[in-house]
């Protein structure tokens, strides 16, 4: 897997990348200095549901067209792969179901060289993990105890919801830094990032090198109910049907060609030249992150202000793709139906083709994160199948496939406070390492980082990390991981694809 010889448990049989294109060819997909500044926001910013709009607009008529592109004289076989797909979920919502929470599969972080077949099993089908005591709970808790004071000192700072904050617009304090740049951190993504490969043998991404996000943290107070993200998906919404979208990647075809059980999640060389910010969302994501994440900051469970999860990472990416080209022939049954109603109208034959395209995708805005509900996406039963991670402690490293459907509680149900930092797992990638060229800039500034609400963000805030702190808190990898240190592109254990990308990711930087 990606150059790295495989230890204990971990996979061995993956593709490898090597070079063969030139490497200045994997440039033109995206380019960071082109990209326009955010307006001022918060996190409300990346939804519909949490942003003034509230609903979202009828879609243009553009996207009826793309959709009969997508369908072009594949009509009989989407239907028989819906029919297909339709007949497995019922199959898994079932054993969610009766699983909950211990559907998640966790490991310590001591064990990660040696990571049980089961485990791997598990994360590669459900598509979220726990791995357990990432770091010591004195220290994580200390985090949260020092950004605290952070935020006490910066009266300020700019969170959401406005008269009761639960998330904060917070990204260089040093707390944030220490924590994502922590050596066992690094590791920890550098573990899960290895579950990854590339069918593509010239696919220029070297996921043995972590490259850090700067994202905000929660500190979600008991009885909160504010900050109650709905089940959505990140990394875009309507890119993901659209040719210059995730299409520049071909990272859905096989779905779209009527084999959904062909779809491999797990293949980052279809990602690579994928766009997931067609239209520069105040909150939208242009990073490729593999995995996004969180460090538990405190003790929390289910109902307690924490994660809920979708684990049917395949099947639910093939059903919201597929979703927006059928429609029920009977109407939903409604409040409360019963049993026979609801199982009569969620049958395969009770769905067929649109008779004519609508521009439709449910859930999908331009700009905004996909979102999910039960009324628009009947077949997921959203409201059994989202289920909590397990009991977290500081310390642990909650991770989840950047496809993975996921919510926040409605009600923080708990009596202490539900509190995460955010830290994705971000691979080298050409396009990558240009966007923490740009995010640099911001940390020197103190402005937020580019894929974020704009403003003045910390700039004029007390305490916030510098170069100098961040010499003194931080090791070279952590320093390379930012954008600050050459990386190593000569390495004697490097494969040629690694290798020709580490160059790349130099001259990025200028080095």
Known sequence: MFGVKPKGGLPAKVSRPFAGKSHSASLTRFSTSTRRSRKEGDISSVFVSLSSQKEAAPLDSRFAEQKKRLLADRSDKIKESWDRLLHRLREETGTIKKCGPSIVPSIDFKDIHAAPEHFQKELRKRGVAVVRGVLPEYEARGYKEATEAYVAANPGTKAYPPNDPQVFELYWSKAQMQARFHPNMLETQRFLMRFWHSSDPNALVSPQHPLSYADRLRIRQPGDTGFALGPHIDGGSCERWEDKGYGLGDVYKSIFQGQWEDYNPWDASTRIP?????????????MFRMFQGWLGLSHTGPNEGTLMVNPLLSMATAYTLLRPFFRPTTAHPGDNPSRIATETFLEPSNWQLEDQTSSKLEGATPG???????????????????????KIAPGDYVAWHCDTIHAVDKVHQGTGDS?????????????????????????????????????????????????????????????????????????????????????????????
């Open 368 to 390: 905004y994160a996909q979102e999910l509900n039960s009324v628009l996406h009947p077949h997921l039963e959203l409201e059994k199948t989202m289920v909590h991670v397990p």
């Open 419 to 511: 509190s995460v930092m955010y830290i994705p797992a971000c691979p080298v990638t050409a396009a990558n390492v240009e966007y923490v060229k740009r995010q640099k800039s911001d940390f020197l500034a103190g402005t937020p980082p580019p894929d974020f609400p704009g403003g003045i963000g910390e700039s004029a805030h007390v305490g916030r990390t510098t170069l100098e702190d961040l010499k003194s808190l931080t090791t070279q990898e952590g320093m390379r991981a930012f954008g600050l240190e050459k990386w190593d592109s000569e390495n004697k254990d490097l494969l040629p694809g690694q290798r020709c990308v580490l160059k790349t990711a130099n001259e990025i930087l200028g080095y």
């Open 274 to 286: 994928a766009v997931a910010d067609l239209y520069n969302g105040a909150g939208a994501c242009s």
